[in-house]
């Protein structure tokens, strides 16, 4: 099983900051790595497949990038909107889809 | 729009069975492979079973092979999760979600095991 380590476990920004996610793969998964977006009581939402290409209607301020087991999700300012837990996911080893720990990102 | 709405979740003893449903709109069902994850109170997200878009090629999480089984009826754009055997540990929400890269998902279902 390929273990995704996300780091740091929370993360405190204030608005308008930028924020830098970490993730990590226990083996390459080549640029098979997605991130998501979860607020309380929703559903996780898409953001980054390809490891660097943002899904439908993702703002621009989001972006992915990493290759092999070295991963970031970047928020370039971060809005009162995006304060929320973030996952990574790889889809390498399809279909067993392994998931991080998750990162939450919260007001300073 | 793409649309994933999940049924069945609720409290069940340990040792029981739930039968969960996706109901798919939007999108041609049959040409998708198709997914449950669950999340447990407080924790993060556990891929559980995947399907391909035909329902001929089946995986199962080991935490809960031989006790849950996938399937779908494309003609109903259906999913479906029968869980058996349910131990404490699968109280989570479920979540059908679509393709390998998860790109929908729905609203989730809860299933709470306890006596």
């Known amino acids: 099983e390929i273990v995704m380590t996300q780091s740091p476990a929370t993360l405190s920004v204030s608005p308008g900051e930028r924020a830098t996610l970490s993730c990590r793969a226990s083996?390459?998964?080549?640029?098979?790595l997605a991130w998501y977006q979860q607020k309380p009581g929703q559903a996780p939402r898409l953001l980054i497949y390809?490891?660097?290409t943002r899904a439908t209607g993702i703002p621009a301020r989001f972006s992915g990038s990493g290759s092999g087991t070295e991963f970031t999700l970047t928020i370039s300012s971060l809005q009162s909107e995006d304060f929320a837990v973030y996952y990574c996911?790889?889809?390498?080893?399809?279909?067993?889809?392994?998931f991080g720990g998750g990162t939450k990102v919260e007001i300073k | 729009e793409v649309q994933l709405v999940e049924s069945g979740g609720g409290l069940v003893q340990p040792g029981g069975s739930l039968r969960l449903s996706c109901a798919a709109s939007?999108?041609?069902?049959?040409?998708?492979?198709m997914n449950w994850v669950r999340q447990a109170p407080g924790k993060g997200l556990e891929w559980v079973s995947y399907?391909?878009?035909?329902?001929?090629?089946?995986y199962y999480a080991d935490s809960v092979k031989g006790r849950f089984t996938i399937s779908r009826d494309n003609a109903k754009n259906s999913l479906y999760l029968q869980m058996n055997s349910l131990r404490a540990e699968d109280t989570a929400v479920y979540y059908c979600?679509?393709?390998?890269?998860?790109?929908?998902w729905g609203q989730g279902t809860l299933v709470t095991v306890s006596s």
């Open positions: 979600a679509r393709d390998p890269r998860c790109d929908y």
């Open positions: 939007g999108f041609t069902f049959s040409s998708y492979e």
């Open positions: 399907i391909s878009s035909s329902g001929s090629t089946i």
């Open positions: 083996q390459s998964v080549s640029s098979n």
């Open positions: 390809g490891a660097s």
């Open positions: 996911q790889q889809y390498n080893n399809w279909p067993r889809l392994t």
